[in-house]
């Protein structure tokens, strides 16, 4: 599957983004996603995933309360709505997908990603 990241941008401290992830070449619904963030010289760590559903999704607790995961199977796009940023938000945002169904918080456990989009928040 080919993953498409999108949404990124500047944004100062307390306003919102929505990022989204467009999928194509397989059946979208048959994996988890999910988001992935990587600041310059930290690690990727995990932000938020959600089942082949969307029934259950689960978050970072650094961003819970202000970031929202969904998904829309029939447009095959997984989504991160972002709101109240803050300057430790800024990253290069991933998104990737799990061919197990149930969400992964494991980035090694994502088989495909896409390219990545930047988000800076200013303070």
């Known amino acids: 599957v080919q993953l498409q990241a999108s949404g990124g941008g500047l944004v100062q401290a307390g306003g919102s983004l929505r990022l989204s992830c467009a999928a194509s070449?397989?059946?979208?619904?048959?994996?988890?996603m999910g988001w992935f963030r990587q600041a310059p010289g930290k690690e990727r760590e995990f932000v938020a995933a959600i089942n082949w559903t969307g029934g259950f999704t689960s978050c970072a607790d650094s961003v819970k309360g202000r970031f929202t995961i969904s998904r829309d199977n029939a447009e095959n796009t997984v989504y991160l709505q972002m709101l109240s940023l803050k300057p430790e938000d800024t990253a290069v945002y991933y998104c990737a997908a799990t061919m197990r169904a149930s969400i992964r918080r494991n980035p090694l456990e994502y088989n495909y990603w896409g390219q990545g989009t930047q988000v800076t928040v200013s303070s």
């Open positions: 070449g397989r059946t979208f619904s048959n994996y988890a």
